[in-house]
């Protein structure tokens, strides 16, 4: 158990809909990263946070939006959803965001877009 | 750009038998190097991280070698067991804070 939770463990949803999905870091950690994976492309980075600022953008689509919260924990917003939406969703949280510190991932949520 | 290239995609190994996975990274500024272990249903697990003032880190079976001039590291496993079958995936940073993985490879651990 790496310390990092997020719910829902799984979700089903239609197209077109949005969804929450809810990260809470390692106690003492700082900076959350929102992580999405997929069959055909692999683990690619989306978002970072920081004490409740953003500091750094990936691949993240402009229907999905991020914020952490005064208390660090994180959520990751999806809208109006697409089938290609449909991956796993990891949150890691690392105490300060130093090139060298280490990421603890959460369990994931899979979002199945239908 | 910002790429880590995985060798091999998949990979079996008898019991008690040793396994090693590759990784190539195409810039030089990148100095953390970790491991994920992923088993199926769960998040990425950190096996073992290297950082770029070191060439090789040692954790009871796990080691990993980096050669900073070639742009490449590596991840040993010896004295395989059933429970080592998962995926693993490295992945480095380039400069930054987030993390480029590779595309991982799967572990197959024949008893």
């Known amino acids: 158990d790496s310390g990092v939770t997020q719910t829902p463990k799984h979700l089903i949803t239609a197209t077109g809909q949005r969804v929450t999905l809810r990260c809470s870091p390692r106690s003492g950690d700082l900076s959350v990263y929102w992580y999405q994976q997929s069959l055909d492309q692999g683990l690619q980075f989306l978002i970072q946070?920081?004490?409740?600022?953003?500091?750094a953008k990936g691949n993240i689509l402009e229907r999905f939006s991020a914020q952490q919260f005064p208390d660090l924990h994180s959520e990751l917003n999806l809208s109006s959803l697409e089938l290609g939406d449909s991956a796993l969703y990891f949150c890691?949280?690392?105490?300060?965001?130093?090139?060298?510190?280490?990421?603890?991932f959460g369990p994931g949520t899979r979002l199945t877009v239908l | 750009g910002e790429n880590v290239e995985q060798h091999p995609s998949t990979l079996s190994v008898q019991e008690g038998d040793s396994a090693v996975i590759k990784c190539t990274y195409s810039?030089?500024?990148?100095?953390?190097f970790p491991w994920y272990k992923q088993e199926l249903g769960k998040g990425p697990q950190l096996i073992i991280d290297?950082?770029?003032?070191?060439g090789e880190k040692k954790d009871q079976r796990i080691a990993v070698t980096l050669n900073k001039t070639a742009k490449h590291f590596s991840l040993h496993i010896t004295e395989t067991q059933p429970e080592d079958s998962a995926v693993y995936f490295c992945a480095a940073n380039f400069g930054n804070e987030k993390l480029t993985f590779g595309t991982g490879t799967r572990l197959t651990i024949i008893p």
């Open positions: 290297i950082r770029s003032n070191v």
């Open positions: 810039d030089s500024a990148s100095n953390y």
């Open positions: 946070y920081y004490n409740g600022e953003e500091r």
């Open positions: 890691a949280s690392s105490v300060v965001p130093q090139h060298t510190d280490t990421q603890y």
